[in-house]
C-alpha cells in the first residue's frame, strides 16, 4: 500500500518554508497531496487556481507530489484521498498553541489521522506568507524567499494594480 500524507495549507503564495517542508516530507512518503485551501477566512492575493497552478509549477517533474484545492474539513479530505497522515511545519514556539488545537481536533474527529510535525530549515524560521507579501509590497526582495514562479507572480500583480496584503 502507498505510504501517502496531507500537506494542507492557504499558500497564498507558497514560500521556500513550505517547499522545504515538502521536501522532507518527500524523504519519507511515497505521496504527499499539496491540499489548498479554497476559502479562507481572509480574501486571498491569489486565487485557488492560482495558488494550485504555482505549487503545480514548482513540483512539476515529480510524480509523487500531487496539488489538489480542497473545501469542508481538512480529515474528511485526507480520507476521501486515503491518507492517515497530516504534515505541518513548526517554525517556532508562537505556532505551537494553533497546531496543538488543530491537531487535538483533528484526531477528535478522526482518530486514524496523525499529525505529523516537522520544523523547516533555520534560514526559513522567521517566513510566512503574510511577511513575503508584506515585504513586497513595500518594495523589499523576497529573492530566496519564495521560489522564482512566485515572485514574477506577485510582480505581475503589482503590475497590474491588482497587489494588496493583509495581516
Ligand atoms: O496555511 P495555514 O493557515 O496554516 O492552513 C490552515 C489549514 C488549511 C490547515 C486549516 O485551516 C484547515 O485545515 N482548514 C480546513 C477546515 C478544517 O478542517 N478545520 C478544522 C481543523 S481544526
Redesign the pocket.
Known amino acids: 500500500m502507498e505510504n501517502k500524507a496531507v500537506y494542507?495549507?492557504?499558500?497564498d503564495p507558497i514560500t521556500n518554508g513550505h517547499v522545504d517542508i515538502i521536501l522532507r516530507g518527500q524523504r519519507i512518503f511515497d505521496k504527499i497531496i499539496v491540499a489548498v485551501?479554497k476559502n479562507p477566512k481572509k480574501r486571498p492575493l491569489f486565487s485557488t487556481k492560482e495558488r494550485v497552478a504555482m505549487i503545480q509549477k514548482i513540483f512539476a517533474p515529480q510524480s509523487d507530489i500531487e496539488v489538489k484545492a480542497f473545501d469542508?474539513?481538512?480529515?474528511e479530505f485526507a480520507k476521501r484521498n486515503k491518507a492517515n497522515i497530516v504534515i505541518r511545519g513548526l517554525r517556532a514556539v508562537s505556532d505551537f498553541e494553533y497546531e496543538f488545537q488543530?491537531s487535538l481536533?483533528?484526531r477528535k474527529l478522526n482518530s486514524e489521522i496523525e499529525t505529523l510535525y516537522m520544523m523547516p530549515s533555520f534560514r526559513y524560521s522567521f517566513l510566512s506568507s503574510g511577511l513575503v507579501k508584506e515585504v513586497f509590497g513595500l518594495g523589499g526582495s523576497v529573492k530566496d524567499l519564495v521560489p522564482e514562479i512566485v515572485e514574477k507572480n506577485l510582480r505581475e500583480k503589482l503590475k497590474k494594480g491588482k497587489y494588496f496584503y493583509t495581516n
Open positions: 494542507p495549507g492557504f499558500f485551501l469542508g474539513l481538512l480529515v488543530m481536533m483533528n
